[in-house]
């Protein structure tokens, strides 16, 4: 079983439900990133035929968000792509809701704007006034995040409290 399959089992306990609304959250962005060796290929319906994309997931508590790599190119498993990002929010005939990233492959050329990064939802470096975030759904504790492509994202340690004498 691939990682994202045993993520997706784990995340997910109960029967599939319909979807019935899918809504661009943000787009634009530019993000360079790793697309695993075991990247779950699938397809969906698209207007005159079926589309084919790759899948993978970054855990967060509570379960995953899953990122598309919509491409008919299984070759770009385990390579580092440029690829045009958009949060994407899907609704379920059950009430959960959840957020997901569309990835478009770019030309090797494109310019890299933003850092992409998913975090537990707990104090951090990514609180910046140039930081875009996005909280998740519950039961997903987290955020995705579009730093500066310098930026540091990073969960703060938590400080331990000092013998006071």
């Known amino acids: 079983m691939s990682s994202i399959a045993a993520a997706h089992e784990a995340a997910s306990p109960r029967t599939a439900a319909a979807v019935i609304s899918r809504t661009v959250i943000h787009s634009g962005p530019v993000v360079k990133i790793k697309v695993p060796a075991d990247a779950t290929e699938g397809s969906y ?3 005159k035929k079926r589309v084919p994309f790759l899948q993978f997931s970054r855990t967060l508590p509570g379960g995953v968000v899953n990122l598309f790599v919509h491409t008919g190119a299984l070759h770009l498993r385990g390579t580092t792509i440029l690829a045009k990002a958009t949060v994407m929010k899907k609704v379920l005939d059950d009430g959960r809701e959840f957020l997901y990233v569309d990835l478009a492959p770019l030309p090797p050329t494109a310019k890299v704007t933003h850092r992409l990064a998913f975090m ?5 470096s990514w609180h910046g006034k140039d930081h875009v975030t996005f909280g998740t759904p519950k039961p997903i504790i987290g955020r ?7 930026a540091k994202v990073a969960v703060a340690e938590v400080l331990k409290p000092t013998a006071r004498n």
């Open 144 to 150: 995705i995040i579009f730093a500066p492509p310098n």
């Open 45 to 47: 319906l698209g207007q």
């Open 120 to 124: 537990p939802d707990v104090v951090g």
